[in-house]
């Protein structure tokens, strides 16, 4: 008997029943499932921050699809203190090292804050790409009280707490002091000072401003004893403990995670169980992004790889596809990805409409129902225009300044596309298209197998193309080394085309080549016979 498909058939849908089956098992109340991720604001957000919200809210989505009322909340851990200075900004922003996110100038003069600045980047993706949420920021909510029975509870079980994460981590601190950092009255740090008494009827915390090592620098105190009101914001709760206090506060019941931050995780479900007997979310742990030289995607290094430069080349959707295609597992990315995307979100489409077959059913589910997922249950109504992202660039370098869209428009017609007119979507992919030709030149070419014959005349060309010929005496190559190697020159040509723009026809050989780069070319055609199997015809 074939596998009952759930939902749409994605990871997503089948989440969403583990998540339902679970809470009922807990006899909790279903009536608001809340999933959550938080927002880092203590940097430029990139990739992995915006893909945490995606998968977060799709978890959302799929328990709505399952007749479930649900939200996402997107929290800021906006009172966070800054750690290190992020790459790509002033080296002026040290003297802030230690001071909440929010305490410190916006640089851009843009927001009320620097960690202001830095969420409102994130939103600002969330909203391009359609994903609906309830936004929280941490200093709202610990200044509105929020947590304030969480924080009681935790710094009543102090001693208890500071054994959990001695037991899980080995880390000693909480045993000594309180899991709980309140901002220096006068020197404005939150990470310099040690609070060491908990006044439960007062609901306040006693301590001193002694220094703290951060990211291997030691920030000095400013040697300050005072006490910090725990029901006006004053200070906030060590990493160790807040996840808790937060899911316990607003009844989450979902949130993924990165191995990152696992053990975090691992402290803050004991402390959900132990301290306020009460079961944490679900999780579900993924793996970071990469940049292609193996290190970790990051806001604090100097590769950081944001949502707004996705978007400068490629769509939300795409976007969208890259973050929920997959939950596990790392992958390595770079920008010169994004055409891979663009191209797969077009076949994704055709499976959708019916226009691409898959035999498998339950791969045909899971296909069409990720990619209704890419536009969070809002497609088009129907298919559009599909033409290859790097026939688009060709024409977008090869156009005439200041006519390019007339000049690429009438080229599409003479290749087919864009019969019906200019549309949004189409004035998008050249708005990308002219972007990524003023930026890049790199190709990327489509898996194909090839003949032997086929594979021949590939090398040969090659050679051919590490001459100094020019546009006429490459067309013509391309006609001489087909005959020399059995193949139709009709063939091969369908065959290049398919290899550099992924259709069988396109403009003339000779002017792509020369346009896109002798080398780029070379070099596409090279990772095609060395990394694919001929066979016989």
Not at 92 to 117: A, M, N, W
Not at 283 to 306: C, P
Not at 314 to 319: A, H, I, K, R, V
Not at 479 to 491: E, L, Q, W, Y
Request: aromatic share 12%; hydrophobic share 35%.
């Amino acid at each position: 008997m074939p596998e009952k498909i759930i939902g749409h058939g994605t990871w997503y849908d089948k989440k969403a029943v583990e998540i339902i089956e679970r809470e009922r098992k807990l006899g909790r109340s279903l009536d608001l499932i809340r999933t959550e991720s938080g927002l880092g604001a203590s940097g430029f957000p990139h990739i992995g921050s915006f893909a945490d919200c995606a998968r977060s809210y799709a978890v959302a989505l799929a328990l709505q699809e399952q007749g479930f009322k649900s939200e996402y909340i997107a929290f800021a851990d906006d009172l966070d203190g800054l750690r290190k200075v992020p790459a790509g900004l002033p080296k002026s922003l040290s003297k802030y090292l230690g001071y909440p996110v929010t305490s410190i100038p916006d640089l851009y003069g843009c927001h009320g804050s620097f960690g202001e600045h830095m969420t409102s980047l994130l939103l600002d993706a969330l909203d391009k790409s359609g994903l609906e949420y309830t936004f929280m920021s941490a200093k709202k909510a610990y200044e509105e009280g929020l947590f304030n029975e969480e924080i009681k509870t935790i710094l009543l079980n102090a001693s208890r707490v500071g054994e959990i994460v001695k037991e899980e981590v080995g880390q000693e601190k909480f045993v000594e002091v309180l899991p709980y950092f309140p901002i220096c009255a006068n020197c404005g740090r939150i990470y310099t000072t040690k609070a060491h008494t908990f006044l439960s009827e007062e609901g306040k915390v006693l301590y001193s401003c002694e220094g703290m090592e951060v990211k291997g620098k030691w920030l000095e105190g400013c040697r300050h004893k005072g006490e910090a009101d725990i029901r006006k914001g004053e200070g906030k709760l060590g990493w160790k403990v807040e996840f808790a206090a937060r899911w316990k506060a607003l009844d989450i019941r979902f949130e993924p995670y990165g191995k990152d931050i696992a053990d975090s995780v691992r402290v803050n479900d004991r402390i959900c169980r132990e301290i306020f007997n009460w079961a944490p979310p679900t999780h579900a742990r993924y793996e970071m992004y990469l940049d292609k030289s193996g290190k970790k995607i990051s806001k604090s290094a100097g590769n950081v790889f944001t949502a707004q430069v996705w978007f400068r080349y490629g769509s939300p959707q795409s976007l969208l596809l890259l973050t929920l295609k997959r939950f596990v597992g790392a992958r390595s990315l770079s920008v010169t990805d994004i055409p891979q995307y663009m191209n797969e979100l077009d076949e994704l489409e055709d499976i959708y409409f019916g226009k691409k077959r898959v035999s498998d059913k339950k791969e045909q589910a899971k296909l069409s129902g990720l990619y209704k997922y890419c536009w969070f249950f809002n497609p088009p109504s129907k298919s559009g225009d599909h033409m290859p992202y790097n026939l688009l660039t060709f024409l977008a370098k090869v156009a005439p300044e200041g006519s390019e869209f007339d000049f690429i428009m009438e080229k599409l017609r003479g290749y087919g596309y864009g019969k019906d007119g200019l549309s949004d979507d189409l004035k998008s992919r050249i708005g990308y298209a002219l972007n990524w030709s003023q930026d890049f030149t790199e190709i990327k070419e489509r898996a194909l197998e090839l003949t032997e014959e086929e594979k021949d005349a590939v090398e040969e060309l090659i050679q051919a193309l590490q001459t100094e010929a020019d546009e006429e005496e490459i067309q013509g190559a391309v006609f001489s080394i087909a005959r020399k190697n059995n193949v139709k020159p009709s063939k091969f040509f369908k065959t290049l085309y398919r290899i550099l723009l992924g259709v069988p026809q396109g403009p003339r050989l000779g002017p792509y080549i020369f346009a896109m780069g002798r080398e780029n070319v070379i070099d596409a055609l090279k990772r095609v016979t060395t990394g694919l199997s001929s066979t016989k015809n």
